[in-house]
T-cell receptor, first 117, second 112 residues
């Protein structure tokens, strides 16, 4: 069935270092890959997403890369800051015009990122 | 913050009871999806509603049901509550054909 694997489960970095979180997905029909940040007790917040017709997308200190052949996608955070500390979730879905499956998001297990000052 | 709201914030129920959770979608969004997030895990898709009809369902039993109203708000109903139903229930709204889903703050359900 559909599955998204996410690694690592925990990640600790020093302020200013880079952080990388990796995900793999099983359904080759997936065409939309969002990343969410969830702080303790708060809602998941969409921070960046990528569609299958794009290999890389950047937004300031955050970037996402997608390798469709290997069914891998990754989140890169540069110049990390203490406020980046949170749980990050990757997800995959079949969305857009191919919407007959409801556009459901399949989430990874989450990565707890800790940025030490 | 998104414009998605949920009520109530917290709820405590006894095993076997029934519960109704509510969600108001963001302005301009006509699709609502519901997710269950157990402690320490990623959200799991329950179902999605579009034009007041269920439009996709995850691996949840029939005692999980929902409604969508003409103003696009939605309800999640759970009958015969079990201890394992204790979780954070999140709704997310989106545009039909749009990929982005924006989450509400969630309802924390505890079943004792």
């Amino acid at each position: 069935g559909e599955n998204v694997e996410q690694h690592p489960s925990t990640l600790s970095v020093q302020e200013g270092d880079s952080a990388v979180i990796k995900c793999t997905y099983s359904d080759s029909a997936s065409n939309y890959f969002p990343w969410y940040k969830q702080e303790l007790g708060k809602r998941p917040q969409l921070i960046i997403d990528i569609r299958s017709n794009v290999g890389e997308k950047k937004d300031q200190r955050i970037a996402v890369t997608l390798n469709k052949t290997a069914k891998h996608f990754s989140l890169h955070i540069t110049e990390t800051q203490p406020e980046d500390s949170a749980v990050y979730f990757c997800a995959a879905s079949i969305g857009g015009v191919i919407y007959n499956q409801g556009g459901k998001l399949i989430f990874g297990q989450g990565t707890e990122l800790s940025v030490k000052p | 913050e998104t414009g998605v709201t949920q009520s109530p914030t917290h709820l405590i129920k006894t095993r076997g009871q029934q519960v109704t959770l509510r969600c108001s979608s963001q302005s301009g969004h006509n699709t609502v999806s519901w997710y269950q997030q157990a402690l320490g895990q990623g959200p799991q898709f329950i179902f999605q509603y579009y034009r007041e009809e269920e439009n996709g369902r995850g691996n949840f039993p029939p005692r999980f049901s929902g409604l969508q109203f003409p103003n696009y708000s939605s309800e999640l109903n759970v009958n015969a509550l079990e201890l394992d139903d204790s979780a954070l229930y999140l709704c997310a709204s989106s545009r039909k054909g749009g990929n982005e889903q924006y989450f509400g703050p969630g309802t924390r359900l505890t079943v004792t």
